[in-house]
């Protein structure tokens, strides 16, 4: 039975500690509050992700270290770096691989589908911190100090993932109802499944092949807004609905009163032009393979709270 860490206790962390318990391994599943699912194999646990001799004592022993961390939105730029220095210093500290969930904030827009050979040239504060972030790691990595790597996703379909496609979609579409967003409706996009994210954590953290590189999660063909909507209402059962998309100067000026959507415009270039997501080397080198898109919608659907009367 092998130990593992995993730092941050959303979606992608539960999953995770999950797949690991379920496959007979031992967790601990590390939050600010010790929160975390009721599995005999699952140790949940309070602590802080900015101490790094913490993090050091917790994953010394075991077998990787995964940084499953969602800091507030609003808030990246302030508190990702000790978070991520902190699990940095205690990975190599402990000998554990790090396993970092990371996104395609880093390389900003982009002409073309991404692969993890695609050059990382952020044009937001956001995407600049998680460039960083794995720049220090790989060269950490390079440096021997650490075994390190990183599986970056696309806009999360799954349940519980705060996304585009779980907050401002599928809810409305498997109902009938009239689906409201700030995209281009009919420009490509990539969905990512969470749990094809954990699967691929779990999976590179024990394959030495995998280590010093960046890796995209497997993925689906990409699939507009409009294309998603139709797809979680025939799933569903619901008539067709109708989508509506706002245009960009809708941000700015909701952008005013809402913090939320000002964090929005910044990331705008993701959703009102083709943004598609590569997973081929994962697949040809490690053998995995997406989960279905209908299957992911009807696992997200299956799990939204009822509508109220």
Known sequence: MSTHVIVGAGPVGVTTARLLADRGDRVKLVSRRGRGPEHPAVERISADATDADRLTALATGAVALYNCLNPAYHRWATDWPPMAAALLAAA????????????????????????????????TVKGAVRARMWAEMSAAHRAGRVRATEVRASDFVGPGAY?????????????????????????????????????????????????????????????????????????????????????????????????????????????????????TAVTETLGLTCTPLDEAIDATVAALPAPAA
């Open 92 to 123: 190599g500290r402990a000998d554990a691989v790090l396993v970092t969930a990371g996104n395609l904030y880093g390389y900003g827009p982009v002409d073309g589908p991404m692969t993890e050979h695609t050059p990382e040239r952020p044009n």
């Open 163 to 279: 996304s585009v496609a779980n907050n401002l979609i599928l809810p409305r579409a498997a109902t009938g109802r009239r689906v409201v967003v700030p995209a281009d409706a009919d420009a490509p996009h990539s969905w990512t499944y969470v749990g094809d994210l954990a699967r691929t954590l779990v999976t590179v953290a024990d394959d030495e092949r995998a280590w010093g590189r960046v890796w995209h999660a497997p993925t689906p063909p990409p699939v507009s807004v409009r294309g998603l909507a139709a797809l979680a209402a025939a799933r569903a059962g619901a008539r067709p609905p109708r989508v509506t998309a706002l245009p960009r100067a809708a941000l700015t000026l909701g952008g005013a009163v809402s913090r939320e959507l000002r964090e929005i415009r910044r990331i705008a270039y993701q959703f009102y032009r083709p943004f598609v997501l590569d997973s």
